[in-house]
């Protein structure tokens, strides 16, 4: 594990937010974010207001250069997020649509709750 960050697993649904008592809460889906790194494509647990907003961002990047901006991607070299590096190579970025990991309509994974 990658500090107090999660890799969630998109097809089991949401970790709980622990309660005040320390037992299981209530999902916190605002927490689960689909980020486009070096490794892949992966829904982290980001927790940090700011992670996610560097995530969001990074995302939006990610869907205008799909759209055409080349330059879209150059702010984020070498940046991370839960400590995985965003991944700005145009050509993995481009393999990744290709194959059908990148949805870039939505950045919130899906989850059962």
Not at 80 to 91: C, I, N, R, S, Y
């Amino acid at each position: 594990m990658h500090n107090s960050f999660r890799i969630v697993d998109h097809l089991h649904g949401f970790r709980l937010a622990p309660d005040a008592e320390g037992g299981a809460g209530s999902p916190r889906p605002e927490w689960l974010v689909r980020v486009v790194t070096t490794e892949g494509v992966m829904d982290l647990e980001l927790p940090d207001a700011e992670q996610r907003s560097v995530a969001g961002s990074h995302w939006n990047a990610v869907t205008a250069y799909l759209r055409g901006d080349t330059n879209a991607l150059a702010p984020y070299a070498r940046q991370q997020v839960a400590g995985f590096e965003l991944e700005t190579d145009p050509d993995l970025i481009d393999i990744r649509e290709a194959e059908g990991e990148l949805d870039v309509e939505t950045i919130y994974p899906k989850g059962d709750l």
